[in-house]
């Protein structure tokens, strides 16, 4: 391969990730923005690329949805990976509690559409039963053992931890974060009691 050949499939490559970005980017400003399910014309509008080269990046709805995932992992892994040092398990509890309420409130216009889709994308269903899946054992590993045979209390804790009763919270009472952070906390707190 010449300079010349070799120097132009490089300037493809980059302008095809480049569009690829700004594709995933556009689409993830559209659900922030409040579009559940925008449409590849207003991808392609707000990320200033032609219709054509949306088809051509993503074949399909589901891999701009695997995309996107990826991309909002970026955004939650360093807040999900925090580690806690205090060997008491409350403590510990608490900063779970603390770690999975950031994460929401970074997600919460991308889960809100997913899960309003999740149904019709095989991607984003698998996705939300992983999510759910890890935040239970996220839970399950800070709690002691003496109370993992509390069937009740596991359900129950695993429920007011819920992205959906954050959602609640947050969008159908209209809480602050954190006025809904005291009502989780306070949930929390009565279990365990």
Excluded: C
């Amino acid at each position: 391969m010449n300079k010349l050949t070799e120097s132009t499939t490089d300037g493809r490559k980059l302008r095809s990730q480049s569009s690829k970005l700004r594709i995933v980017a556009a689409m993830l400003e559209l659900v922030r923005e409040g579009r559940i399910a925008p449409t590849a014309e207003e991808v392609a509008r707000r990320a200033n690329v032609g219709l054509r080269t949306v088809f051509r990046r993503f074949s399909d709805m589901e891999s701009l949805y695997a995309e996107m995932a990826g991309a909002i992992n970026e955004k939650i892994n360093s807040i999900i990976d925090e580690q806690t040092s205090d060997a008491d398990w409350k403590e510990n509890l608490k900063h779970l509690v603390a770690r999975r309420l950031r994460v929401y409130e970074v997600i919460m216009p991308y889960r809100v559409a997913a899960d309003a889709l999740k149904f019709q994308s095989t991607i984003l269903l698998n996705r939300h039963m992983e999510i759910v899946r890890n935040e239970r054992q996220r839970l399950v590993a800070v709690l002691p053992s003496a109370l993992l045979n509390d069937k009740p209390l596991i359900d129950g804790l695993e429920a007011v931890l819920s992205f959906d009763m954050w959602n609640q919270l947050r969008n159908d009472q209209r809480l602050s974060a954190s006025d809904a952070t005291a009502v989780v906390n306070r949930i929390v707190d009565s279990l365990l009691i």
